[in-house]
């Protein structure tokens, strides 16, 4: 067993929920932790407000 691990980026894509899937495996099988990392675009590069300010 190890402290170092796995991570797996997710974004919602097939591929990236199969990433998710081996890595799951992988850590499963290697008695070390699983850090899920989920991602979304940016859709502003500033985060706001519904009035638009910051």
């Known amino acids: ?3 170092r691990p796995i991570v ?4 919602g894509s097939g591929r ?3 990433a998710c ?3 799951a ?3 499963a099988l290697r008695r070390c932790p699983l850090l899920i990392v989920h991602v ?3 859709e502003h590069e500033y985060a706001t407000t519904p009035e638009g300010r910051a």
């Open 1 to 3: 067993m190890t402290d």
């Open 8 to 11: 797996a980026g997710v974004d």
């Open 16 to 18: 990236s929920l199969r």
């Open 21 to 23: 899937v081996w890595a």
């Open 25 to 27: 495996h992988e850590a």
């Open 40 to 42: 979304v675009p940016r």
